[in-house]
């Protein structure tokens, strides 16, 4: 989840570092067309991130690129704002249309079959929108060969790396996460704004949420990571000290839930202005946020010593709603 994350974060910044600068001859081509197409080739580096409270929380050594230090590349970027009801590409909207045109066979794959009955919508092949919507899909520029599927999923590299993750104060330095180094695939991942104008909706908790939200829907795939979480909680579950992690590998190939993924991680939430039920306090609320994946550590040590192999099956965050403002 980190990594697509990152990811969708750093796409405005990203992207501006492959714009140049149009004269009024090249903008009067673009006006009046259906949609915007950036091909995008990128590396991002960042010595540090910190915020500062009363102490500070330092990400130092950020660094988002293809496998191997190489630039992030074979990446292409579609930019709609949605007419009423219009079909525009989203998640695995590709693989259904490949199915349709005879490329992929639905019979022989359960993922496809479902890719084929969830995005064909008889109007074309993704999913439908309001209008004013704002749609921002991420795919490939070049997937290879449209009969392959692995070609498909594997078709965008990205590589991870944070030198640590640390909070600072009067009593000294603490390591939260160190050495953190992710490779992998990054698949469909969609970010879109809801034009909802002045709507608002109640949450199942009683929060009150806007209708005009950023949703952001991604897949991606861990191939092989390996971090030290020196001393941090994880999602409010899991607190170790002196944790070291190899072979990390995060995908969807095994138990009950792997429909319509791929084998890759999923990721899904929305956020927009929201007002607490409990406090009435106003602030970003984050929810309908639900992760989903197989999680493999093949080496998992505790101080100096491997006390074994942990997986995680069908691990599953759903029903999850934060409201964040300051205090």
């Known amino acids: 989840m980190l990594p697509a994350l990152v990811f969708a974060l750093s796409l405005p910044s990203a992207a501006m570092a492959e714009f140049k600068p149009m ?4 903008m009067s081509s673009v006006t009046g067309q259906a949609g915007v197409t950036i091909e995008l080739e990128t590396k991002v580096n960042m010595d540090r991130l910190t915020w500062t409270d009363e102490g500070s929380l330092n990400v130092n050594g950020l660094r988002l690129s293809g496998h191997n230090d190489t630039t992030m590349d074979n990446m292409k970027l579609t930019v709609d704002i949605a007419g009423q009801n219009e079909v525009l590409e989203h998640g695995f909207s590709e693989i259904a249309r490949r199915a349709d045109a005879g490329l992929l066979d639905p019979g022989s794959n359960a993922d496809i079959a479902d890719a084929l009955a969830t995005y064909d919508t008889g109007a074309g092949f993704g999913k439908q929108f309001n209008s004013g919507d704002l749609v921002i899909h991420l795919g490939a520029t070049d997937y290879g060969d449209p009969t392959n599927l692995t070609d498909y999923l594997q078709a965008v590299d990205f590589e991870l790396a944070v030198d640590s993750l640390t909070t600072s104060g009067t009593e000294g330095t603490t390591s939260l996460f160190s050495n953190v180094l992710l490779q992998g695939y990054v698949g469909p991942t969609d970010l879109v704004i ?56 995060i995908h969807n190939r095994r138990g009950n839930d792997t429909l319509g993924h791929f084998g890759m991680a999923s ?7 929201g007002t607490s039920a409990a406090s009435g306090k106003e602030g970003l609320s984050v929810h309908d946020v639900e992760f989903r994946a197989d999680i493999d550590m093949p080496v998992f040590r505790i101080g100096q010593a491997s006390i074994g192999s942990v997986q995680f099956t069908d691990f599953a965050i759903t029903d999850t709603t934060m409201m964040v403002y300051g205090h």
């Open 267 to 273: 990721a899904t939430a929305k956020l927009s202005k």
């Open 23 to 26: 004269d009024d001859g090249a």
């Open 194 to 249: 809801r034009n909802g104008g002045t709507s608002t909706r109640t949450l199942a908790n009683g929060n009150t949420v806007s209708g005009s939200e950023l949703q952001l829907d991604t897949h991606f795939e861990i191939t092989d990571g390996s971090l030290n979480w020196d001393a941090a909680d994880l999602i409010l579950i899991f607190n170790f000290a002196a944790v070291g992690i190899e072979g990390l590998q």
